[in-house]
């Protein structure tokens, strides 16, 4: 083949190459506008993303409308229900705990123990100072008392076993009286001895806050956790007593003064009070004694009462009678006594007194008319007939036998 030849085929090539390759340039021009046409498909994408938030926008007005509508319907609803109160209260008057707590105070060996245990009924005591079980076998020893040991497990030995008992012995009395005291079904419930259970609750106090038996407090607000352990102890006292809970403790002096040589002396002994006792007491009773030929006597002054069972200032023996002495007799509670004197009031003119010493202004009581008060004579033919007839009685002053004093003491002891 000559060169002319092989020319003439390519140029033949050449010539229908480029019919075949322009839809490759079309297909390559085009690749290009695709890049330069995006910001172009951008446009409708906007439109679209536009459109769909003016969409949006109406309803959200509605959704909002209607939140506010529903919340609105919501709160007309819950207008009584912020008015309501969370808890449901009993606004009836007091009842009345219907029992007393009784504090017996005064100097060792007056009878303190003594007294405590001669009220009537089951008494189940927790003797905080090993004392109380020779007083019951001595003067008692048929009486249905039990006496239970409230310091088993206190030890003062050392300044660890003093903290460590002191936790323990409280958690047994609160056991003592949970599971056992309750069982017994004690009319009433003594704690004697109070000075020790005090500071068996502070010793417990500083066990639990990782403090020395001596060592300062800081924070004055632990001293409260003290006051919590009594509270609690007489809590569940007088939830398993029936009538009453009787403490007893020694006297301390309160307020002073300076006497004519200016020496500083004490005024006062009252009871030494311990947590929750002076805030919770009804009656307080002081016992003291009077030493003489014949013996020793055992007195009982009621200082103060808050019960008619006991009069208030009331000073009795009780030696050999023992709490009784002190009891007011009530034959008839809750009814009026009935009146003696009449209701009118009548003149009264003392016999040695005669004419020329009497006063000449002297006046009837108040609503009569003045009478002068010539002779008795006279003032009974004044007076009207029903007062004439009225003659006032003179009850002699008499003491509550002892078949009262017992009888009266069943009302509540």
């Known amino acids: 083949m000559s060169e002319k030849d092989i020319l003439d085929e390519l140029f033949e090539e050449i010539s229908e190459h480029p019919v075949e390759e322009h839809p490759e340039e079309e297909h390559s021009v085009e690749e290009y506008p695709v890049e330069e046409e995006h910001p172009t498909e951008e446009t409708p994408i906007e439109e679209h993303v536009e459109e769909e938030l003016a969409e949006s926008r109406p309803t959200e007005k509605r959704e909002e409308a209607t939140t506010s509508s529903v919340l609105a319907k919501e709160l007309e609803v819950k207008e009584p229900e912020v008015k309501k109160k969370k808890h449901s209260f009993d606004l009836s008057p007091e009842k009345g705990q219907g029992k007393i707590v009784i504090t017996i105070y005064g100097n060792k060996g007056e009878g303190k123990t003594g007294l405590a245990l001669s009220f009537d009924g089951k008494i189940s005591v927790i003797s905080f100072d090993h004392k109380t079980l020779p007083v019951k076998e001595l003067l008692y020893p048929d009486r249905d008392i039990i006496v239970y040991d409230g310091?088993?497990?206190?030890?003062?030995?050392?300044?660890?076993?003093?903290?460590?008992?002191s936790a323990k012995s409280l958690e047994y009395i609160y056991t003592l009286l949970e599971e056992q005291i309750s069982k017994d079904e004690p009319d009433w419930i003594v704690l004697d001895g109070m000075e020790t259970f005090y500071n068996m609750a502070e010793m417990a106090m500083r066990y639990y806050n990782n403090l020395r038996p001596y060592e300062g407090i800081q924070n004055r607000n632990i001293w409260k956790q003290r006051r919590m352990f009594m509270?609690?102890?007489h809590n569940l006292a007088m939830k398993y007593a029936k009538k009453g809970v009787i403490y007893t403790t020694y006297t301390t002096l309160k307020g002073r003064i300076v006497d004519a040589e200016g020496n500083l002396i004490d005024a006062k002994e009252v009871p030494r009070w311990y947590g929750v006792m002076e805030q919770e007491t009804d009656v307080t009773i002081r016992v003291d004694t009077i030493d003489s030929d014949e013996g020793k006597t055992f007195i009982a002054i009621v200082e103060n009462s808050k019960v008619p069972f006991f009069k208030t200032g009331d000073r009795k023996d009780v030696t050999f009678v023992g709490i009784k002495a002190l009891l007011q007799p009530l034959h008839e509670p809750l009814k009026p006594i009935p009146a003696i004197a009449p209701l009118m009031p009548v003149a009264r003119t003392p016999a040695t007194q005669t004419p020329a010493t009497q006063s000449p202004s002297a006046k009837m009581p108040a609503m009569q008319t003045p009478v002068p008060l010539t002779s008795p004579s006279t003032v009974q033919s004044k007076l009207p007939v029903s007062v004439k007839e009225q003659?006032?009685?003179?009850?002699?002053?008499?003491?509550p036998t002892k078949e009262e004093i017992e009888?009266?003491?069943d009302i509540f002891f």
């Open 407 to 409: 009888e009266s003491s």
């Open 391 to 399: 003659k006032p009685e003179v009850m002699p002053e008499s003491k």
């Open 231 to 233: 509270r609690q102890v």
């Open 151 to 165: 310091v088993r497990y206190y030890d003062e030995s050392s300044d660890d076993a003093w903290l460590e008992s």
